[in-house]
């Protein structure tokens, strides 16, 4: 009796007005979300690409130690085209300093929360958490009233039909109307990334695509049942159509933004520009530390002041310089040794604000997350983008993988000392700095050259002592230093945040369908 009357619904929805329109509106719409998801990973993939080649030029061209800064460039992920989560509103890169631990990926302006999710962006599951909803409710919403508005439902339970089983009937021909249409969309969509040469998806992906499409089928479930539910409690289709649009924009457009705006008012974070008060504070000692240091080291050598044939200086202990002094040569030795332990304290304590800010940020996104469980779209939405490595939790993981890696590099470069050697600076022989008066001849023979014309400047710059002259010498060899490797697959807390999810669907699901159940039993003919 299940199958007579799922068939016959079917067949019935198979050759209506809607099951068409629904068709067409994701034969339009689906190819349009993925040719642009696929578009903008394209686009990111070339930046990506052209950012690693940069990074990678410029690391291995480092010709001091000072100078070699590991950057971490974000490789966009594939999944991302079914759902962009929060992977928008990210950076993409992060340049390892001595002095400071690294926040967020950079590119991002620290003037709101990047974590809390971006509601309306048209993507795969977007698209799906809409367009299915909305179609689930519009084949639902007069599966009893129309019967009943017909004269049909008091005929066919007068013949003793079991409610139940008219119940899962009608439940059953309205899903199999459904999923033809979801399962044509996942179809197009893995088309798309099987056409596309640029994305390729390992076995975990794969696993997460089918673990997307499952997710999107018990999501159409709720939204059948939740409309199976108001036309059971509806006498009339006109009411249990009207119930159900107020209900679906509700979830889908007002409980999200109300979740994200409840966020920012209820659980305040600290000013992005304050933290970095905050954060000049903590780092107020160090400078009045670093200049007394300079004046000791100085005073110690009996140097008035430093002399560079060439010189190039930064933030964060970065120097290079080629030719001078030998003193300048002992003082920088001196400093260095100094101020990068330094630095790496004061990052520490500079880190206890920057995890105070972000703290803040984490739960801001959490509260956010939790009072979005409200909606069944945005249940769906938080877990495809945990599918995808895309969501506030992603992120803030990979974050952490680049704060190790922070710390094993400075561990590699505090290991070695490196810091304590001349290379720190500068490759040329300390032999052959020189002294106060032989620095001072060297200046006067300069300035008689530069009078006399190029012929003179070249030949005294052809006398000059080895590694004198800016780009004398090659890169160093950075083999061995310690290379990030980030692999989002293997991350069991995603698949926990996931299976919550899921589970929290499926108990939506059981309580609709018990409610339903019960309410059409007492159905009133």
Same mark, same amino acid.
């Given at each position: ?5 799922? /068939? ?6 198979? +050759? ?10 994701? *034969? ?39 100078? %070699? ?24 890169? %992060? !340049? ?7 926040? *967020?990926?950079?590119?991002? @302006? =620290? ?24 179609? @689930? ?44 249409? *979801? *399962? ?13 040469? $640029?994305?390729?998806? $390992?076995?975990?992906?794969? +696993? ?23 036309? @059971? ?35 305040? +974070? ?43 200086? #930064? ?21 260095? +040794? ?88 500068? /490759? ?9 008066? /032989?620095?001072?001849?060297?200046? !006067? $023979? ?6 006399? #014309?190029?012929? @003179? ?9 080895? =590694? ?42 059981? %309580? ?8 059409? /039993?007492?159905?009133?003919?």
């Amino acid at each position: 009796m299940i199958g007579l009357i799922a /068939r016959k619904d079917f067949l019935l929805n198979l +050759t209506s007005a809607r099951f068409v329109i629904g068709l067409a509106v994701c *034969l339009l719409v689906i190819p349009f979300t993925l040719v642009t998801s696929v578009d903008r990973y394209k686009q990111q993939i070339n930046v990506y690409k052209t950012a690693s080649e940069k990074v990678e030029t410029e690391y291995k061209a480092a010709k001091v130690y000072s100078n %070699v800064r590991p950057s971490v460039i974000h490789r966009p992920e594939a999944l991302a085209v079914f759902s962009e989560g929060v992977s928008r509103n990210m950076g993409n890169t %992060v !340049q390892l300093q001595y002095g400071e631990y690294p926040l *967020l990926l950079s590119g991002v @302006a =620290g003037f709101s929360n990047p974590l809390l999710n971006a509601f309306f962006s048209l993507d795969f599951a977007t698209v799906i958490a809409i367009v299915l909803s909305l179609f @689930a409710l519009v084949f639902s919403y007069d599966a009893f009233t129309r019967e009943r508005e017909n004269n049909t439902l008091k005929m066919i339970l007068v013949n003793r039909i079991n409610r139940s089983a008219f119940f899962i009937g009608k439940f059953l021909g309205i899903l199999l109307t459904l999923v033809p249409m *979801l *399962l044509f969309c996942f179809v197009t969509g893995i088309l798309f990334l099987l056409l596309s040469p $640029d994305i390729a998806l $390992d076995g975990a992906m794969w +696993t997460n695509v089918l673990l997307l499409f499952l997710s999107a089928v018990l999501y159409v479930v709720v939204f059948v049942l939740f409309g199976l539910f108001v036309s @059971a409690m509806s006498k009339r289709s006109s009411t249990s159509i009207a119930v159900c649009l107020l209900c679906w924009i509700w979830l889908l457009f007002l409980v999200p933004n109300i979740a994200v705006w409840s966020a920012k008012s209820f659980v305040k +974070t600290e000013q992005y520009d304050n933290m970095q008060l905050a954060l000049d504070d903590v780092e107020e000692p160090y400078w009045k530390e670093r200049e007394e240091k300079s004046r000791e080291i100085l005073k110690m050598l009996d140097i008035d002041g430093l002399s560079h044939w060439n010189y190039n200086g #930064g933030s964060d202990g970065y120097l290079e310089f080629s030719g001078g002094l030998r003193k300048a040569l002992d003082y920088h030795l001196n400093f260095s +040794t100094w101020e990068v332990p330094r630095l790496i304290d004061y990052a520490d304590k500079k880190w206890a604000v920057q995890k105070e800010y972000l703290d803040g940020l984490v739960k801001q996104e959490r509260f956010q997350q939790r009072l979005a469980l409200l909606s069944p779209s945005e249940i769906f939405g938080q877990l495809a983008s945990s599918l995808c490595y895309s969501d506030p939790g992603y992120y803030l993981v990979y974050m952490e993988r680049v704060r190790e890696y922070r710390q094993t590099f400075i561990d590699y470069v505090r290991e070695r000392k490196l810091y304590e050697s001349s290379t720190w600076g500068t /490759r040329m022989d300390p032999e052959n700095f020189v002294s106060d008066e /032989r620095y001072s001849e060297m200046i !006067q $023979d300069y300035e008689t050259a530069f009078q006399q #014309g190029p012929e @003179a400047i070249r030949q005294f710059r052809a006398s000059l002592p080895p =590694g004198w002259n800016d780009g004398n010498y090659g890169p160093l060899d950075v083999v061995g230093f310690p290379v990030f490797d980030y692999k989002p697959h293997t991350r069991t807390d995603a698949y926990n945040f996931v299976l919550a999810r899921f589970a929290l669907l499926m108990g939506i699901a059981l %309580v609709l369908l018990m409610l339903t159940m019960l309410r059409f /039993r007492n159905y009133q003919l």
